[in-house]
């Protein structure tokens, strides 16, 4: 009950903290523009290579010079040619729809997923 009562009192602070919006009259020389429906992707300039994972596990990285849409990775001795998708967190994730490999990737580190099950097949994956 005590920590209902505490939990509730600081829901109730935070939103006493936040700054009210701005009135259209306050904010001159600003366009009101309607958000975008289209999510904001990020783009990451990264390299070919070899990630090395955990557990000693590889995976081998084929990027196409001008292409940031298609990647190619080498995974237990074969070939898979994975396509951009759109992510809501706007991070880089590539799919291969017929085998279910999807690649997230990072700068500090990728990863390697089964796509039906979201199990990680390679994490921790870092360019060597």
Request: charged share 20%; hydrophobic share 35%.
């Amino acid at each position: 009950m005590i920590r209902l009562a505490l939990v509730t009192s600081l829901v109730g602070l935070a939103a006493c903290s936040s700054a009210p919006p701005l009135a259209p009259s306050a904010s001159p020389g600003l366009i009101d523009t309607p958000p975008s429906t289209e999510q904001q992707q990020l783009e990451f300039k990264l390299a070919s290579g070899t990630y090395r994972c955990d557990m000693g596990q590889r995976v081998e990285v084929q990027r196409a010079p001008g292409d940031n849409q298609l990647i190619q990775i080498g995974w237990t001795g074969k070939r898979y040619q994975l396509t951009r998708n759109p992510s809501h967190s706007g991070l880089p994730r590539f799919e291969d729809s017929r085998s279910g490999l999807v690649w997230i990737d990072l700068p500090w580190k990728s990863i390697l997923l089964d796509g039906q099950t979201n199990r990680p097949l390679a994490s921790e994956c870092k360019l060597s």
